[in-house]
């Protein structure tokens, strides 16, 4: 991966509906106050609309422009109508990033990820044990493996609903990509 150098990048995944969206915007404020900036990559599964039909730069998109970029004084917005790039030059957009949150087509990849697996809307573990570094869930590790899931003992879980102890441990293993400890 073409990560800047102490960068941590950290797939949040799990099936539809499963709460990852949730997850990372209560993930998001809580890392921010730790001194850290993160910043998400989502993927979207259907042809979303990237620009606000009406606006300039979507009239410009529309008259066949290959990319429109609006700014201001505090942020911008680029959309170019291309096919997707690889993640790893999607990653490379956020130098300033600390950490980078990938949501939304990950589970299969071998980016280090955490899953989530919400009663009612999942039972058990869908990603590749080899990468997966936690769960986040708000069933009990004994009913996750008797649904199949199969689960490491050292693999650590997280309640679905207590994100600070969460935020800690990411920071934990950013700042261990500082320190060169793996």
Partial sequence: MKEQKGQLILAVSGVK???????????LSKLKQKGLKAAVIKHDGHEFEADIPGTDTWRFGEAGACGTLVFSGTKYMMVKY?????????????????????????????????????????SR??????????????????????????????????????????????????RQRQTGRQ
């Fill in 17 to 27: 509906n499963s709460g990852k969206t949730t997850l990372i915007a209560s993930l």
């Fill in 82 to 122: 291309q096919p997707s790039p690889e993640t790893d030059e999607l990653i490379a957009c956020f130098p300033e990033a600390d950490v980078v949150l990938l949501e939304g087509f990950l589970k299969y990849s071998e980016y280090p990820k955490i899953e989530v697996i919400r009663r009612g809307n999942s």
């Fill in 125 to 174: 573990s869908v990603c590749d044990p080899r990468f997966l570094l936690g769960i986040v869930t708000d069933l009990r590790r004994e009913e996750l493996d008797a649904a199949g899931s199969a689960l490491p003992e050292e693999l650590p879980f997280f309640d679905l609903n207590e994100t600070e102890v969460l935020s800690d441990w990411i920071y934990c293993l950013w």
